[in-house]
Each structure stands twice: as structure tokens, then as C-alpha cells.
């Protein structure tokens, strides 16, 4: 059985745990040998981007994708207008579904494993984590 996008995604940020978070960090989606510093919209984006070519998530999807800015607030635009909201549990079933949670003024994005965990670029003490 063939694996879908999001398995592949999930597969490919997943190869860079350990590695450092910035918060606010511009990363190059069109750079597949990126190795940090990643922000959490950033390495989701930056996984969409590498296996699918698409800009997701992103100020401007017109931009290019070496200066393409990734942030939840876009995250939660692009999944409103283009993509599938689906509940938190269906998601913990899903390798490679992008779970948004949005405040006011923050959020964060993470990829779920299928197995009720995630990836994530989780926050400056942690970096990238399963």
C-alpha cells in the first residue's frame, strides 16, 4: 500500500527531531536539505511544500517559497477556505492531518502520528519532538 501525502509528510518532518525551534523563523520551503531552525507553522509548511509542491499555510502563496511566510493565523485561513476541518479525534487517527489550535492572539500547529501523538516544532527548550 502505497503512502498518502500526509503519511509522507508526517514521515519527513519527523526526520528532523531534535532539532532546534525558533520562534518566528523564516524557513525556505523550496530547501530540502533544511535542518532548523524551524518555528511550528513553519516545518508543517515547509513538509507540505517538499512532498506535495504546494504552498499551504503561507502569508502568499504567490511568493516564493524560499521567502514564503508561514503562521497559524494563515494555517487557519487556508484550512477555512481550501482544506477540511475535521474534529481533534478524527485527526489523532490520521498520519499526517495538521492539527491547529488558534487564540486570540497565538496558536500552534502540530502533525498528527495516526496514533494520538504528534511532531512538532513544540518551543525554544524542546525543538522538533514526537
Known sequence: MSKNQGEKILELVATHIGEEYVFGALVPKDDPDW???WDCAEIVSWGCYQVAKILYGVYDSKESPAIADAGTVYWKRDAELKGKII???EAATIPGAAVLRRG???GHIVISDGKGGTVEAAGAR???IR
Open 126 to 128: 524542546l525543538g522538533v
Open 35 to 37: 535542518a532548523g531552525p
Open 104 to 106: 486570540a492572539s497565538s
Open 87 to 89: 474534529t481533534i479525534d
